[in-house]
């Protein structure tokens, strides 16, 4: 505490000027205001991250973008020093995880994972039902990943093969199903352009997520799906599911001895499972900066490559313009592709 004193005498100060001590305190209190002021306009903003980040993931728990996601959270908590926080939002391809990533505050605090469905085939699927504009809503921040899936059976089937598969499909038209993880999803996609390029007719079972697809193969209520690696690979050595082929142009490290479908007598198909990170629009441009940044160093670390290698998954990181660009692209060779093979909702 401050305390000021003045000794005077009534007769030594001016007709209508206060006490000494009384003016003393007001020049006083004035220059703290000014210093309170000058003080709070020259504090730097709050750095980011303040407090926990929410990672909307729009797809079921232990699928594989749940399992991606998760590396991603566990190793941003400890590079940012705030928990970030799995969300999971399924449902609707990918739209109603992404929408509510969208209506959130642009301030970084909500950030969601993005992949080929939901950046580029729903452009196309879900045409006339618009949640969101992808371009206009939403800012992308950095490529993660990419992968394989694999074209599964179930083990009830005499099928070895590709061809095999083929064969049997042709031998009994409309009365084999396939799962996939939800209308427009990968699994959905790749079983509809292998369809067109083989000429089979395979009804399609969607469901709400992948695991559930896999339950019924498993149990033989399905006869077939088109997953990604990272969930089956332990089923596929157990030899709880037959895998056939990989859908890449080469074949997995995970699983070398794994054709792919196009040297399995499907020439030409292709089709790649690729991932990122996104952000609302209107989101700070160093925010996304910081975001970016901090993946890029993550997808660095041996150990975070490790753990992808695992999954079967190969790292990418980038610019966000660099993201941009390649949504770009897979949405010029996908809008034809789209069309070609009649996606619809049910």
Do not use: C
């Not at 697809?213 to 690696?229: P, Y």
């Amino acid at each position: 505490m401050i305390i000021l004193q003045s000794v005077h005498t009534p007769s030594s100060r001016a007709p209508g000027k206060p006490p000494v001590s009384l003016r003393a305190l007001l020049v006083f209190g004035a220059s703290l205001v000014l210093y309170a002021a000058s003080s709070m306009a020259a504090a730097p903003d709050t750095p980011y991250p303040d407090r926990p980040i929410r990672l909307i993931v729009p797809s079921a728990a232990a699928g594989s973008p749940d399992t991606i996601m998760r590396i991603i959270a566990n190793q941003l908590t400890k590079q940012l020093k705030q928990q970030v926080v799995v969300d999971n939002r399924p449902g609707a391809s990918y739209t109603i995880g992404t929408a509510l990533m969208v209506k959130a505050p642009a301030d970084g605090y909500t950030i969601a994972y993005a992949n080929l469905t939901s950046l580029v085939i729903n452009r196309f699927y879900l045409e006339g039902q618009p949640l969101y504009d992808i371009d206009r809503d939403l800012v992308p921040v950095v490529q993660t990943h990419y992968q394989p899936n694999v074209l599964l059976v179930s083990p009830s089937l005499p099928i070895k093969s590709v061809t095999a598969l083929i064969a049997y499909a042709k031998a009994h038209p409309g009365r084999m199903f396939y799962g996939s993880a939800g209308n427009g999803t990968s699994s959905h996609v790749a079983v509809e352009l292998f369809k067109t390029m083989t000429g089979t007719q395979i009804e399609h079972v969607p469901y709400k997520g992948s695991p559930q697809a896999i339950n019924d193969l498993m149990a033989g209520q399905i006869q077939l799906t088109l997953n990604n690696l990272v969930t089956v690979a332990p089923l596929i050595k157990s030899k709880k599911i037959q895998a056939l082929g990989v859908t890449s142009p080469k074949r997995s490290r995970l699983f070398p001895e794994l054709p792919t479908i196009a040297e399995s007598g499907v020439p030409g198909y292709d089709f790649t499972v690729w991932g990122g990170l996104i952000v609302p629009a209107a989101t700070p441009k160093s925010v996304v900066a910081r975001l970016n940044s901090e993946v890029n160093k993550m997808l660095e670390l041996p150990a975070v490559q490790d753990q992808f290698d695992a999954l079967g998954n190969t790292l990418v990181g980038g610019t966000p313009a660099e993201f941009s660009s390649y949504i770009a692209r897979e949405a010029r060779k996908w809008g034809p592709l789209s069309r070609n093979i009649k996606l619809k909702s049910d």
